[in-house]
């Protein structure tokens, strides 16, 4: 659909978990032509940071080998976006195995440590603030860097949510990270927009990825709805009567890598089925 995607170079975070976001993206962009490097977090990181909540480096292996298998360009790099030093190399990375740097997906996100307000540990709020928002700073900085470098622009994508624009209980930090998101978007555009480098973010609302499954679970009972009940009633409220999928996130991003959004930049676009629209 988009032929100027064509041997473009893209880093997507976490990108190793099954069904996720970050894999469909990666699978898009490879469809379109362009070489891929997929990054996670390989390993599980203490309690806030479990094996069943981040892509193992088996799992970002074998997504990789797969989209190479179907005749793409992929590959896997293992990178905690806590560290700057990591996001650095995963840069370098990309930069080794195929020469530049074009499109950067800061993806990698947790959105699994839900309480309320009086219940959250500052332990947990410190995670997801890093990890949803230091992460997404920090994609940003370093791929600004290497794009600067070339001298050609280039696409910085993030991933937000409908959260980005609402609040919701049981989910401050998370909400603050995501409101953060959005923020620091405007920032780099004002900024990196005069090196042709456009920033946008894209905002999800829910959708049932492994993650999202655990969040169905955690909100239908905190609400004290069954299951059936809470996903009727999220259909309910959504224009389009249906929860987002993780193609439609996938969609919006090789459009906003392309040169059909050459004039976009400094953009929260709501890919939500009409949920949200502010």
Sequence with gaps: MYPDLQGKVAIITGAG?????????????AAEGCKVVLSDLGAAQGEQMPESAIGTRSELEQIAAEISSAGGEAHAAVCNVLQESDVAALVAAAVKQFGRLDIMVNNAGIGYLMRPIVATEQSNWDAVLGVNLRGVFLGIKHAAIQMIKQGQGGRIINVGSQASKSGFPFAAAYVSSKHGVVGLTRTAAIELGPHKINVNTICPNHITTGLGAWQNEYFSAATGRSQEQYLADMRARIPLGRPGLQDDIAKACAFLASDQATYITGEAMNVSGGEEYH
């Design 17 to 29: 978990r099954r069904k996720g976001l970050g894999e469909a993206m990666a699978r898009r962009l």
